[in-house]
């Protein structure tokens, strides 16, 4: 009689196909960890252009705040008015009178729907004016659908 084992091979087959699907499911989880990759590295490009832009945009605004500065520095030494410093001020600095005195503001777009805002109340003395506000503004939060929007109410 013969003797019978009592283990039995795995044929090359089974290992194959395993061996297949090891192979297959590395493949998927390194085509899942590069999409992962390029997705961050986009994003970080995105980032840093933002953050780049607003800092362009903040140059700007102190720029244009030194000019409003020597602006109302001409002003105060001609005894200026309201109308004066309308027709001095370059086009994106605008100046009213408000409850606590005679303001200016301006924008300063910041690039990706973004804007820094700035308003100041003119003040006497060396220190010529204040600055009151100092934000940046979502302007894509305001227009989500543009003129296209359903009424749903009303007229």
Known sequence: ???QDSQQRVGVG?????MILVVLAMTALSLLAFGSARSNESMTRRNADV????????DQVQRT???VDELLLNGQQQGADLAWYEE???EDVTF???EEGLCFSFTVDAGNDLAIFVRGLVTEGAQRYRVLEHRVIDNS???FFGDDYLVLMGD
């Not at 953050?51 to 903040?58: C, D, K, L, N, T």
């Open 141 to 143: 939060a305001y227009d």
């Open 65 to 67: 705040l030194a000019q």
């Open 51 to 58: 953050g780049a832009a607003y800092y362009v945009a903040a």
């Open 1 to 3: 009689m013969k003797k």
């Open 88 to 90: 001095a001020a370059s």
């Open 14 to 18: 089974v290992s194959s196909v395993l």
């Open 96 to 98: 009213e009178e408000a």
